[in-house]
């Protein structure tokens, strides 16, 4: 069984930083784009920032240039640095392997002074 977990998520003020941490098992997914989505009260899980398997990243408008996706293959993991943090990205977050609809169960995020 194939299994993606989430960690590093917790209380922040505005302004703060946190990293979040995606360890997968089973097979290297290594050829493969993995992302962070999120959840906020009362929204719709979004995009918020992904990166294939050569490196390659997309970030959400509303992150640009405050988050940081990043993947180590040979750990089999994935990274997400917040920078700056805002009310607004108060949520849960979510480590996906998009191809095989691999979701973790996520990890809280909440920013709030």
């Known amino acids: 069984q194939v299994l993606v977990v989430e960690s590093g998520g917790g209380l922040v003020q505005p302004g703060g930083s946190l990293r979040l941490s995606c360890e997968s098992s089973g097979p290297t997914f290594s050829s493969y784009t993995m992302a962070w989505y999120r959840q906020a009260p009362g929204k719709e899980r979004e995009l918020v920032a992904e990166?294939?398997?050569?490196?390659?990243?997309n970030y959400a408008h509303s992150v640009k240039g405050r988050f940081t996706v990043s993947r180590d293959n040979a750990k089999k993991s994935l990274y997400l640095q917040m920078n700056s943090l805002k009310l607004e990205d108060t949520g849960v977050y979510y480590c996906?392997?998009?191809?095989?609809?691999?979701w973790g169960r996520g990890t809280q995020v909440t920013v709030s002074s």
């Open positions: 990166i294939t398997g050569g490196g390659v990243t």
């Open positions: 996906v392997v998009p191809f095989f609809s691999y």
